[in-house]
């Protein structure tokens, strides 16, 4: 790639008067040896999944192996059908779409990690919403998804993107700056805009830890996506209305580094900590070695 933070990427679409997702591809192609029309087939491939994913959670009665999680997407889509959402329409069925692809994952069905598993609702859950609500053409949005490539290319290249390395801020955390990112590019934003939104949305999860219930990617991770995506489209807005991000997006980014590397083990996608380790936690996880004897 020809950038290695996020300024380089800004300051290299300025020089060529391109977009994010243009650079990004054109990088993409070179690296594999690939034409950008395969590479764009290929995401193209991958889109699908994601849609194919949010519907399924949507359509069907799921459940996870362990039996712990599943139906909420229906329930909070059925909620944002029949009432008058806190949050309005738009938010709230950005936040059952990402639930309905959580859930997906949650009983072994077929997703994109985005970054990860544990985080592969955040991305579907935002862009699938607004292509509904916009009538984008899914072209826009497999663009959309190499912009947040090139964003999380930057994130893991410079910090974390796994919870067991950097807690939940590294998982969830990196889906929602990828989204808010991506989402300014696809309303219009300029790549500067895109990136103020990287550092809004990862400024409000740092910290985050990665605490597991029974160590499943689904209490609290499931629910975690929902609020990601709405989290990623409020970034993308205040970019968008030109809120800057304070600090610069990459020196969050060496933030998430730091504190990531800081936080104890127990924090980390080992369940020995945080929520994994209340009395119900516990009583969960107990509950669970019990059944498989």
């Given at each position: 790639?020809?950038?290695?933070?996020?300024?380089?990427?800004?300051?290299?679409?300025?020089?060529?008067?391109?977009?994010?997702?243009?650079?990004?591809?054109?990088?993409?192609?070179?690296?594999?040896?690939?034409?950008?029309?395969?590479?764009?087939?290929?995401?193209?491939?991958?889109?699908?999944?994601?849609?194919?994913?949010?519907?399924?959670?949507?359509t069907e009665d799921i459940t996870s192996t362990s039996g712990l999680t599943g139906g909420d997407?229906?329930?909070?889509?059925?909620?944002?059908?029949?009432?008058?959402?806190?949050?309005?329409?738009?938010?709230?069925?950005?936040?059952?779409?990402?639930?309905?692809?959580?859930?997906?994952?949650?009983?072994?069905?077929?997703?994109?990690?985005?970054?990860?598993?544990?985080s592969c609702g955040i991305i579907p859950g935002a862009f699938v919403s607004a292509q509904e609500?916009?009538?984008?053409?899914?072209?826009?949005?497999?663009?959309?998804?190499?912009?947040?490539?090139?964003?999380?290319?930057?994130?893991?290249?410079?910090?974390?993107?796994?919870?067991?390395?950097?807690?939940?801020?590294?998982?969830?955390?990196?889906?929602?700056?990828?989204?808010?990112?991506?989402?300014?590019?696809?309303?219009?934003?300029?790549?500067?805009?895109?990136?103020?939104?990287?550092?809004?949305?990862?400024?409000?999860?740092?910290?985050?830890?990665?605490?597991?219930?029974?160590?499943?990617?689904?209490?609290?991770?499931?629910?975690?996506?929902?609020?990601?995506?709405?989290?990623?489209?409020?970034?993308?807005?205040?970019?968008?209305?030109?809120?800057?991000?304070?600090?610069?997006?990459?020196?969050?980014?060496?933030?998430?580094?730091?504190?990531?590397?800081?936080?104890?083990?127990?924090?980390?996608?080992?369940?020995?900590?945080?929520?994994?380790?209340?009395?119900?936690?516990?009583?969960?996880?107990?509950?669970?070695?019990?059944?498989?004897?």
């Amino acid at each position: 790639m020809r950038f290695r933070n996020l300024r380089e990427l800004v300051d290299l679409c300025a020089k060529e008067a391109r977009t994010i997702s243009a650079i990004m591809i054109e990088d993409q192609a070179a690296e594999s040896g690939q034409t950008e029309a395969e590479v764009l087939a290929a995401m193209s491939e991958y889109y699908q999944i994601m849609k194919s994913a949010v519907h399924k959670g949507l359509t069907e009665d799921i459940t996870s192996t362990s039996g712990l999680t599943g139906g909420d997407a229906k329930r909070v889509d059925q909620y944002r059908k029949t009432q008058q959402a806190s949050v309005g329409d738009s938010a709230s069925q950005a936040m059952a779409y990402a639930l309905a692809v959580s859930e997906v994952n949650a009983s072994m069905g077929r997703i994109v990690a985005t970054p990860t598993a544990g985080s592969c609702g955040i991305i579907p859950g935002a862009f699938v919403s607004a292509q509904e609500r916009f009538g984008w053409e899914d072209e826009h949005l497999v663009r959309g998804l190499f912009s947040a490539g090139a964003i999380g290319y930057v994130i893991a290249n410079n910090s974390f993107i796994s919870g067991a390395e950097g807690g939940c801020q590294a998982e969830v955390g990196s889906a929602i700056g990828m989204a808010a990112g991506a989402m300014v590019e696809l309303r219009g934003g300029t790549p500067e805009q895109a990136m103020h939104a990287v550092g809004l949305a990862l400024k409000n999860t740092l910290g985050l830890i990665c605490d597991p219930v029974g160590g499943l990617v689904e209490i609290p991770c499931i629910v975690r996506n929902g609020f990601g995506a709405v989290n990623a489209l409020a970034a993308a807005d205040m970019a968008l209305a030109g809120v800057r991000s304070a600090i610069p997006s990459d020196e969050v980014i060496d933030v998430m580094l730091e504190v990531g590397s800081a936080m104890p083990s127990r924090h980390r996608e080992t369940a020995q900590g945080g929520l994994a380790q209340t009395p119900t936690g516990r009583k969960i996880m107990k509950e669970l070695r019990n059944s498989k004897k």
